[in-house]
C-alpha cells in the first residue's frame, strides 16, 4: 500500500505542483528509499526483503518523483532495486 499511495502523490505533484503535495510526496519518497532491504528489495515489514510485486511499485513512485524533477530521489536506491531485479531474473 505505501508504495502505491506514494506512487498517486509522486504523480499528483509532478502534474499539478501543487506545494500542498510537495512535502508529503517528498515524506513518502523518502520512507520508501529508508524501507529498501539490503538485497535492494522492499517487503511487506519495513527493511525486509520482498519480492517483485512489491519492487515494481516502489520503483514506479520513484520514477514518478524524479520526473517532478522537484522530489529529490537518491540514485543509489534505484541502482539497488535494479540489482535486485538482475538477481532475480
Not at 510526496?25 to 515489514?45: C, E, F, H, K, L
Not at 510485486?53 to 530521489?73: F, M, P, R, T, Y
Amino acid at each position: 500500500a505505501q508504495g502505491i499511495a506514494t506512487l498517486a502523490l509522486c504523480e499528483a505533484y509532478g502534474m499539478t505542483k501543487d506545494p500542498s503535495l510537495k512535502l508529503s510526496a517528498q515524506a513518502a519518497i523518502n520512507y520508501v528509499q529508508r524501507a529498501q532491504a539490503t538485497d535492494g528489495s522492499w517487503g511487506y515489514g519495513f527493511g525486509s526483503p520482498g519480492d517483485t510485486s512489491i519492487v515494481g511499485w516502489q520503483i514506479q513512485a520513484l520514477e514518478a518523483a524524479v520526473l517532478s524533477k522537484d522530489l529529490v530521489v537518491d540514485k543509489n536506491v534505484i541502482k539497488k532495486a535494479i540489482g535486485f531485479l538482475d538477481a532475480v531474473s
